[in-house]
Each structure stands twice: as structure tokens, then as C-alpha cells.
């Protein structure tokens, strides 16, 4: 039992990371329909700021964050302004070989810029060891992360709901060129948007310092699993991520605990099953956060 | 047939001479003295194999991210067949092609009703699925190892297989032009109008009665079996298959060099293995440690400026120089 609970624990804050790196892509796919592949690097960007801005500027863990979602937000901002608004109208497979190409390049230039191998990071000794919690042990860093996941996705889900930005992010969602026609400013939602996604992806890459190796293979690494995340849960939609990210989450740790045999493949036999029985994702209800 | 539809299809069922050139072109540069053999064999089987995703791609519109699958299949089919006694390359390459072929088949049915986002998942999972298998399956495919033994007859009874890959590059040069023609014939019959009306407007071929979803099926296994071939090709001409033929890597590359090339024209896939296999063989020589990043650009390069690919765009140059309208 508390194996299982342990278990259930330990994929819920993998699933965290997944989802904080995967929402901003979710959430631009269903809305300019732009299929960024290259939102993976920007969460490797957050990893690198964090192992290389902590010893460098002497700053706390807990400073660094915030740093990983500014900075990544403004460089996703950059990339929007200056590349991915070229490409909206274009299909499927351009974008997706765009970004991929953009994603080959971050992989390079996380290799000349960081040099091949992984980059360790100092763990805070509030984040280190063990912590007895209903009968189980239990990882601080796991339960930051659980935490900090809780949050975010709380904070995004009142965003949506409750702020006038939000309402606008909906209606770009659900019908850009009525939002345009109704007088909204939809090139700047997009940006926005799209920075805020980024943003979110440095910080998920940020938060993953402690569970996840940060080396310049990592956007490759976890490319699959974003989009895996992506299809099932639905895109434009908040909580069908958050959903396919812990179920996700717990299947992979689960599946390596009980058939580490089978490797990934149940992973990717999930995925194919559920892709078949809905091809929208678990949750595709347009205009719903 | 009134005389205006005949016109219509005539200068696509003659052969042009660039068609002519580029298998003569291929011919000559074997007695080009000092030619790297095994490197034109190379890129003759990454051309069938972009080429037969073309099939579903170009003429279809079906995006494939899993197309590897096929290609390893036909692979390991040559690889097994060969080592456990089978060592005829003809009959073997055959039943490597049927074996990807069905599997092909199969695969098109699960994925018919599928588009966008949730076809590149399904094709990419099923890929990924079988890489894993084949990679933890070390008893049977030797793992990261690969398949030790495979040994070929000769060809025909006539020709070995030689370590200066003379053989082989014929071999493949044959085999690829034979496919080409097929496939040639394949898209400009019905059928291939069918496949080509139904990426232009499906719901309108569905009111004129055309089976589409059949026929997608049909496409989808007569590429999973021009894939299985090319990977056979590998396996014989090298001797050796390991699981890397399934891999995702390798269903990116070959998507990119048919956008290098052009889609929808068979021969894009050619042009863009040439294109792809040089290049990516000079960046890598140059630059041994940070190619991908060149490789990178060189996709975000292309995606931007020319983005019907290599061969369409020469055509439109062509046509603009002759003074057509395009």
C-alpha cells in the first residue's frame, strides 16, 4: 500500500513537471494552431539558467524561478515577433520541421555554450532528504515540486477564468477572427500568450533541476513525452493537460517500477489506444480553460 | 477520351529527358574514376525510401512520422531471411516488401480516420513502440549490437556482392529505377488521380463515389512495402541491420529531405537524399561536434524560403523563364 502510495506520489510529481513544460504549448496550439516543438528548448533554458545563474550570482534556488519564467517569457516573446508569427497560416509540417529545426539548433547551442556533459546542481538543504507525511516517506524536492505544480496550475486555471486577459485568451482560443473582428487585439494575445507559455516551460524546466538531468540531448530527451502529453490531453485546454501530464506521470514511473521490461512501451501503447478512441484528446471542449 | 483530355495526360506519361538524364547521370558516375561507391548506394536508398513516402505524403496528404517503422521492418524481414538460410537477395527483397507491405496495410486501417495532430502521434508511437521492442529484444536482434550473419547469394547467381560495393551499387540503382517506375505508373493510373483528388478535396471525391478510405489504405500499404524494400536494400548491401533502422531519427530525416526535394513529384526524394546525405556528410566533416546545429538552419532555411522544395521551385523558375504562366 504505501509502495503504491509512494508510487502515486513520485508520478504526480513528474506529472507536474510535464505539465508545466507542455500548457504553453497546449494552449497555442488550440489557439493559432502553431505546433511548437521547440517549446522543449525553452524549458531546457530554464534548466541552464538555474545550474548556471546559481553558482555564478551566489542566488538562492527559490530567486532563480521567478528568473527562469522572465527570461524565458522574453525570449519566447523574441522568437514569436521575430519567426513562429511568419508561419500561422502555414500547414502542419512546416511547422512542425521549423521548430524541429529550431530545436536541433538549441541542442548545439546548449552543447557549445555548456559544454556536452550534464550539469549538476547544488541542491538546498531544505530540498534534500526525506520527510515523514501520512505514514510515508516522502522527498522534499517531490513535494516542492508538488506544491509549486498545485499552484501554478491554480493560478493559471483563475487566470483564464477570472481576468480580462484571460476572457480574451478564451475568445482567441475559441474564434480568432470573430475576437479580431470584435475590436480584440489578437496579434497581441498571441504574443503574450505565447510568452507566458514559454515562460511557464522555463520555469517547468526550472523546477525539473532536481529530478531531471539538464545536458544539451534533454529537449530530445523529453520532446515525446510533451507531445504525448499535448494529444491526450486535448489543445486549448488547461485542465486536459493537467490530467494527461499526472496520468502520464504516474503511468511512466509506475511502468518502470512493475514492468521494467517493457520499458517504455506501455507509455506508447497507452498513447496509440487512447489517440484511437479519441482522436481530440480526453478533453476537448473548446472554450473551456 | 476526346483529344483534349489525351493532351492532358501525355506530357506526364512521356518520358522528359531530365527524367532521362538523372538515370544516365546515375549510370555514368560509376565509371567516374575515385567515385565513393557505398556512399551513392547510401543515398539511392534513402531516395526509394523518401520516395515511397511521397506516395502517402505527396500524393495523399497523409503525414507520416513513424515511416521508420516500415523501412525496419523490410530491414530485419531481409536480415532473418538471410541469416537463417534464405540467401537469395531477389526473392528475399520481395518478401521484405510484402512483410512491410502487410504491416502496412494494418497500420492504414488503424490510422484512416485520423488527422493532423493525432495521425503524427499515432504513427510516431507505433514507431516508437517497435524501436523499443526491438531494442530490448537483445536474444533476437542482438540489440544495439545488431543481426550478426546475415550473408547473401549472389545476385541472379552471377554477381557477389564485393567489399568495393560494385555490385551493390547496380543492385540498388536497378531496384530503384524498377520501383521508380512503378510508382510512376501507379500515380499517373486512376488510382493515382483518385489518391491526388482526394488530397485536394476529400468530401468532394466522397460525393463522386470514390472509395477514398480504401484506397488511403491501399496507398498507405504500397508505401509501407516501397519503405520495407529500401530497408532491405540496407540490410543486403551492408550485411548488417541493428535497431537504429527504427529509428526516429530516421523518420525525421527522410520527412526533411522530401521537403528538401519537393513533394508530390517521386523524384523530390531523390534530389533531396542527395542533397541531404551530401550535405549532412560535409557539415559533419567540417564541423564534427556541432552539425546538428547546422543541420537546424539548414531546415529552418528551407521551411522559410523554399518551401515546395527543391524541385518545384526550379520548375517555376523554368516556366517563368519560358514566359508560362504558372
Not at chain 1, 233 to 261: C, N, R
Amino acid at each position: 500500500m504505501a509502495v503504491i502510495a509512494t508510487m502515486l506520489f513520485n508520478g504526480l510529481a513528474y506529472g507536474v513537471l510535464l505539465f508545466s513544460m507542455a500548457v504553453g504549448l497546449a494552449l497555442t496550439m488550440g489557439m493559432m494552431r502553431f505546433v511548437n516543438l521547440a517549446q522543449v528548448s525553452l524549458a531546457m533554458t530554464g534548466g541552464y539558467l538555474v545550474v548556471v545563474a546559481m553558482p555564478h550570482f551566489g542566488l538562492p534556488y527559490l530567486a532563480t524561478l521567478p528568473l527562469c519564467f522572465v527570461l524565458v517569457a522574453l525570449l519566447t516573446m523574441l522568437l514569436e515577433r521575430w519567426v513562429f508569427r511568419h508561419f500561422y497560416g502555414a500547414d502542419d509540417l512546416t511547422q512542425v520541421l521549423l521548430t524541429i529545426g529550431l530545436l536541433f539548433m538549441s541542442v548545439a547551442g546548449a552543447a557549445y555554450l555548456f559544454g556536452p556533459s550534464f550539469r549538476p546542481m547544488q541542491v538546498p538543504d531544505w530540498l534534500s532528504g526525506q520527510v515523514p507525511l501520512l505514514g510515508l516517506m516522502l522527498d522534499r524536492s517531490r513535494l516542492f515540486l508538488v506544491g509549486a505544480g498545485a499552484t501554478l496550475a491554480l493560478a493559471l486555471f483563475l487566470g483564464l477564468e477570472r481576468t480580462r486577459f484571460g476572457a480574451m485568451v478564451r475568445a482567441c482560443v475559441d474564434n480568432p477572427r470573430a475576437a479580431g473582428a470584435c475590436g480584440l487585439n489578437t496579434s497581441m494575445v498571441f504574443a503574450l500568450t505565447f510568452a507566458v507559455g514559454g515562460g511557464l516551460a522555463g520555469l517547468g524546466g526550472g523546477l525539473a533541476v532536481t529530478q531531471l538531468v539538464i545536458d544539451p540531448n534533454f529537449p530530445l530527451r523529453y520532446l515525446v513525452y510533451v507531445l504525448i502529453v499535448v494529444s491526450l490531453g486535448g489543445t486549448g485546454t488547461v485542465i486536459g493537460t493537467l490530467l494527461a501530464s499526472v496520468l502520464i506521470g504516474i503511468v511512466d514511473v509506475a511502468g518502470k517500477y512493475y514492468m521494467p521490461q517493457a520499458g517504455s512501451s506501455l507509455l506508447y501503447l497507452i498513447t496509440v489506444v487512447i489517440m484511437l478512441w479519441r482522436p481530440n484528446g480526453l478533453l476537448q471542449r473548446k472554450g473551456m480553460p | 477520351m476526346t483529344p483534349h483530355e489525351h493532351s492532358y495526360f501525355q506530357p506526364s506519361t512521356r518520358w522528359n529527358r531530365w527524367e532521362i538524364a538523372f538515370w544516365l547521370a546515375w549510370a555514368a558516375a560509376y565509371f567516374i574514376p575515385g567515385t565513393n561507391l557505398p556512399l551513392l548506394t547510401h543515398i539511392l536508398v534513402w531516395g526509394l525510401f523518401a520516395m515511397s513516402l511521397d506516395l502517402i505524403l505527396g500524393y495523399r496528404g497523409i503525414a507520416s512520422l513513424g515511416h521508420a517503422a516500415f523501412f525496419g521492418i523490410g530491414a530485419y524481414a531481409a536480415g532473418f531471411l538471410a541469416k537463417f538460410g534464405w540467401t537469395e537477395p531477389l526473392s528475399g527483397l520481395l518478401l521484405a516488401g510484402i512483410t512491410a507491405g502487410l504491416t502496412g496495410l494494418l497500420t492504414g486501417r488503424i490510422v484512416r480516420g485520423l488527422h493532423g495532430v493525432a495521425l503524427l502521434m499515432v504513427t510516431l508511437g507505433l514507431n516508437m513502440m517497435l524501436y523499443d521492442a526491438a531494442q530490448r529484444a537483445t536474444d533476437i536482434t542482438g540489440g544495439d549490437d545488431g543481426l550478426q550473419g546475415v550473408a547473401l547469394a549472389p545476385v541472379l547467381g552471377l554477381f557477389r556482392f564485393d567489399m568495393y560495393g560494385h555490385t551493390a551499387y547496380w543492385y540498388v540503382l536497378t531496384v530503384a529505377f524498377v520501383l521508380l517506375v512503378l510508382a510512376r505508373a501507379l500515380v499517373r493510373s486512376p488510382f493515382g488521380l483518385a489518391l491526388r483528388g482526394a488530397r485536394e478535396n476529400p468530401l468532394r471525391m466522397l460525393t463522386l463515389g470514390a472509395p477514398i478510405e480504401r484506397d488511403a489504405i491501399l496507398a498507405f500499404g504500397l508505401s509501407a512495402a516501397g519503405a520495407g524494400i529500401a530497408g532491405a536494400l540496407l540490410t543486403q548491401t551492408t550485411q548488417f541491420v541493428a535497431p537504429e533502422v527504427l529509428a526516429f531519427q530516421r523518420s525525421a530525416d527522410v520527412l526533411t529531405m522530401l521537403v528538401i526535394g519537393g513533394l508530390g513529384r517521386l523524384y523530390g526524394g531523390f534530389i533531396g537524399a542527395l542533397v541531404f546525405v551530401l550535405l549532412h556528410d560535409t557539415v559533419a566533416a567540417l564541423d564534427p561536434i556541432y552539425w546538428y546545429f547546422w543541420i537546424g538552419l539548414l531546415l529552418v532555411f528551407i521551411v522559410t524560403f523554399f518551401r515546395q522544395g527543391i524541385l518545384n521551385t526550379l520548375d517555376k523558375l523554368l516556366a517563368s523563364r519560358r514566359g508560362e504562366a504558372v
